[in-house]
């Protein structure tokens, strides 16, 4: 029995402009992430670890961005085979190729610049399918596919990247997997595991397990549904194991919209967004609908701008949000000229229109105003 850490999609000089404040922090997660495999393969007993293409987010990362990469996979007490992806494609302007990578790469770093077979452990054979260019005629994997015969003896384990059709939203995609091919080549022996990169969530694709997305160990996105994990494998010639070990610490959070209409709503939103956990690591999508006061909304708006300070990002769609002055406390502090304006935009909230809009962001900005100052305007 073998054992060994299948991993993807490092995506490392990933950037993230949205972040209020946390941009180094985002950096730093994701080479934390590959600190906790070094313990993952310590605890596990792993012989090797696989990294199925974007260790790099691109080819022109920054100068620190190699170096800090290289210090996190030096504390990995195991060989680390590299495959290139679609973003970090082993082309004539490779980081791979960089003196900055060359020259300090670890002894236990490994580029697989090509599809030679490599001897990882004993009995074990690895075959690599790496991009050469970002957006590939065909994929790599299938050329090498192609080129194999069934193993009689021992284990081999492929590394792949790219989106398999079925699984696939844009499936047209010149570089898609195919999963009749990858099924048929794990069902006659001419793979006993497929290691998959490219999508960003945990997935198994076949139904025993064989061929496997590990997924970014950190998320990066919206709209993945499972990131933040890495595939420890216990492999032999009769069969696969596969357990699920937790990297990340990052979420990109998108609840279900929120509807208010009173202001218990509107506490009850703040109080859950202030009992959260983790804030400066979660990036946060809200959108919120309903009719409330606009003396709620003020309240909203005061709540959720203090909040904005404590998240990584927090971003709150309140376009199908609409407000009232009906029942709306405090316009009666405002006076002369002030007073005369509120009458004014409460009319145009009453009316509804195109004008209802400007007319409810400008009462909620007097509201706010009046509250800072802390006296009637």
């Known amino acids: 029995m073998t054992t060994f850490l299948h991993t993807s999609d490092w995506q490392l000089g990933m950037t993230r402009r949205f972040l209020n404040d946390g941009s180094d922090d985002f950096a730093k997660a994701r080479l934390d992430a590959v600190r906790r495999m070094a313990d993952i393969v310590r605890e596990r007993g792993c012989s090797f670890v696989v990294v199925c293409g974007d260790v790099f987010d691109s080819n022109q990362v920054a100068p620190a961005t190699v170096s800090r990469a290289l210090g996190a996979m030096r504390s990995i007490p195991a060989p680390v085979y590299l495959l290139p992806g679609n973003h970090d494609a082993f082309n004539d302007a490779t980081v791979y190729r960089h003196p900055r990578f060359t020259s300090h790469k670890p002894d236990n770093v490994v580029v697989v610049a090509d599809s030679r077979p490599i001897a990882a452990a004993d009995g074990v054979e690895l075959v690599g399918a790496p991009f050469f260019e970002r957006e590939p005629d065909g994929n790599p994997l299938h050329d090498v596919l192609a080129g194999l015969e069934p193993m009689t003896v021992g284990v081999r384990i492929l590394l792949g990247h790219g989106a398999v059709d079925r699984l696939a939203q844009q499936s047209e995609s010149p570089s898609r997997l195919s999963f009749d091919l990858l099924q048929a080549a794990v069902d006659d022996g001419r793979a006993s595991y497929i290691a998959l990169g490219d999508k960003h969530s945990f997935q198994q694709v076949d139904a025993a397990g064989r061929i496997l997305y590990s997924g970014t160990p950190e998320a990066t996105a919206f709209r993945e549904p499972d990131p933040g994990w890495v595939a420890v494998v216990d492999i032999d010639p009769l069969g696969v194991r596969v357990d699920k070990v937790r990297t990340g610490a990052w979420t990109f959070a998108e609840p279900e919209e929120e509807s208010l209409h009173c ?22 999508r809200l959108t919120v609908s ?26 709150c769609d309140l376009s199908a949000l609409h407000a009232t002055a009906e029942g709306a406390l405090g316009f009666d502090q405002f006076t002369g000229f002030a007073a005369e304006t ?3 935009l409460r009319e145009t909230l009453a009316q509804g229109g195109d004008d209802a809009r400007t007319a409810q962001g400008a009462l909620s900005l007097l509201l706010s105003l009046s509250r800072e100052d802390g006296h009637a305007l």
């Not at 202001?263 to 946060?284: E, G």
């Not at 909304?297 to 709540?303: F, M, P, R, T, V």
């Open 263 to 284: 202001r218990d709503d509107v506490l009850n939103l703040l109080s859950r967004l202030k009992t959260m956990r983790d804030k400066d690591r979660c990036v946060l």
């Open 342 to 344: 509120v009458a004014v």
């Open 290 to 315: 309903g009719l409330i006061t606009l003396a709620e909304l003020d309240e909203l708006h005061a709540g959720l701008e203090h909040e904005s300070h404590l998240f990584a990002s927090l971003d």
